[in-house]
């Protein structure tokens, strides 16, 4: 039987059984049933009314910080060969790449257009922000709603190799294999939506708003250059790309800049040059840059919040039965939830696993996932970007999206026996080859930075190390001891709304007694008037 981390057994708590009820009253560890008995003078109240010592709540908050600290550092060793991994082959990919082709690309809405959106996406960064805005780029060069803010958004933060890797390591290839079955389930309703349900229209108005809020100018000379106008000239760069108002602005400016890749040097060329590296090394660096704040959050929620949320609460939250409404509630439930994290797609797996293991259904796990692209931020972004009009249907399409393929995947997969036992998560690797991968990948991250921002400040980094790891540790016991506080005047709290609740109680019986004395007082006084009248009728007759 497993208790939830606020349990009284977790607490260290044993149980005594009263010999006169028969009933099971819990008692500190350690204490025989002489000490036990001896009178109430000898024993201290907790603030919360249990007969144990504040020193032993006290020990009890401080087990349980342990306990969030140790899931903490758990995934984050767990997940770190798999990060390192996967943003390094999102940072590879985004160099040699050409953002110009792949607009060119996806300027239709048909099958192969949607295909190619949903490879690219899959292929770019994981950072819901930055997928985002490379959608937006892509949409207001030329490519299709469909193509570009349906399926190449989607896939580049829910089928990005990164996400497949976490999930894995945390959650087990079950739910690699539904993410991404869930991910073409769920771009399949975008498209749908968007070819069939939204006009053409609207995108048209959502491009034109665009262009409005983001005036494209020409790089050289600085007068307007719209990537729609046929005369605009485009040049790929380091920097991304790059508008022109004529062919002799880009001249002038190739004659006056190096940083010059994309089309005019093809992929299999930048692989051979260090320039390219070096450039997929920055990239990478910046992948880390944007997303490491949404990643420790989500390492740092998921470990707080599966030590000291009891199972008994998520229970009740989630239900104990799976059939189809509940699954649709449960999965309604996940994508709210998943609204209100404010997290990225990766950073969203450590919470995912917490509310795997404490109740929630396969498919509504996977939801949780996919509702990482309608966070508030991100509906502010869609409103500023195309209207809100636009911004409307783009958070209703992607919430019903997540919601569709999230019941969808989960009566799939639990059709297909596929499912897996909630008790059992993380993936097949053992902690041998975990550490193994870790020593493998370290060097390569730090070859990274340091590829990326040059021996002096990486030297300065490291010899700001032991100041950081002192203030972290120094942070990390005031956040201790604010908890013990916080327990304890909780507790405290709660002991006297228990007393003033009993009181009014107590209150509130006494005045409904009254009450009833006094109706039953003016039955009589009624009672007793009727009978008179009736009396004196008799008499009149």
């Known amino acids: ?267 299999s060329r930048k692989l051979l040059t260090i320039e390219g590296w070096d450039a997929a090394c920055a990239k990478t660096v910046k992948e880390w840059e944007m997303l490491w704040t949404d990643i420790a959050l989500g390492f740092v929620l998921a470990g707080v919040v599966g030590a000291f949320v009891p199972s008994a609460w998520w229970g009740a939250l989630f239900g104990a039965e799976h059939g189809f409404v509940s699954v649709v509630v449960a999965t309604l439930l996940a994508v709210a939830i998943g609204v209100v994290t404010f997290m990225c797609s990766v950073g969203n797996v450590p919470f995912a696993l917490v509310l795997w293991t404490n109740g929630l259904p396969f498919g509504s796990v996977l939801s949780f996932v996919y509702a990482d692209l309608i966070i508030p931020p991100l509906a502010r972004t869609y409103r500023r970007y195309y209207g809100t009009r636009m911004a409307a249907m783009l958070f209703g399409s992607l919430a019903l999206a997540a919601v569709v393929a999230g019941v969808a995947v989960h009566y799939l997969m639990g059709g297909l026996g596929l499912i897996p036992a909630q008790s059992a998560v993380g993936g097949t690797l053992s902690g041998e080859y975990t550490t193994i991968l870790n020593l493998v990948f370290t060097p390569v991250f730090v070859w990274q930075l340091y590829m990326t921002y040059g021996p002096e400040r990486l030297e300065t980094a490291v010899r700001s190390l032991p100041f950081a790891a002192w203030r972290v540790g120094e942070t990390a016991l005031d956040a201790g001891g604010l908890l013990v506080r916080i327990g304890r005047a909780f507790g405290a709290d709660l002991a006297t709304a228990g007393r003033t609740f009993g009181a009014g109680a107590r209150s509130v019986g006494g005045g409904v007694a009254t009450i009833a004395d006094a109706v039953r007082l003016a039955l009589v006084a009624v009672y007793d008037a009727c009978a008179a009248l009736y009396a004196a009728g008799r008499q009149l007759r």
């Open 1 to 267: 039987m497993t208790h939830g981390p606020l349990s009284s057994d977790f607490c260290g708590l044993g149980s005594l059984e009263s010999p006169s009820t028969g009933t099971t009253r819990r008692e500190p560890m350690g204490v025989d049933r002489e000490t036990a008995a001896e009178p109430s003078r000898n024993r201290r109240l907790a603030p919360n009314g249990s007969t144990h010592s504040p020193s032993a709540t006290s020990m009890s908050v401080t087990a349980t910080v342990v306990d969030a600290l140790s899931r903490i550092a758990g995934m984050t060793w767990e997940t770190w060969w798999a990060l390192v991994l996967g943003f390094t082959i999102s940072g590879v990919v985004e160099v040699f790449v050409s953002q110009q082709r792949m607009t060119e690309l996806l300027g239709g809405d048909g099958r192969r257009e949607v295909a190619l959106g949903s490879l690219f996406g899959a292929a770019s960064s994981s950072c819901s922000y930055s997928a985002v805005g490379t959608a937006k780029s892509l949409f207001k060069k030329g490519a299709s709603g469909t193509a570009s803010l349906g399926a190449f958004m989607f896939a580049s933060t829910d089928l990005v190799i990164e996400l497949g890797l976490v999930l894995w390591v945390l959650l087990g290839w079950q739910f690699v294999v539904g993410e991404y079955l869930g991910g073409i389930i769920a771009i399949a309703v975008l498209v749908t939506l968007f070819r069939h349900v939204v006009p053409a229209s609207w995108f048209e108005a959502a491009r034109e708003h665009l262009h409005e809020v983001e005036e494209t100018t020409c790089a050289a000379c600085g007068m307007e250059a719209a990537p729609t106008d046929d005369d605009t000239v485009t040049l790929e760069t380091t920097g991304g790309t790059k508008y022109f108002c004529c062919g002799g602005c880009r001249r002038a400016y190739e004659s006056q800049h190096d940083d010059v890749d994309g089309d005019d040097v093809p992929w």
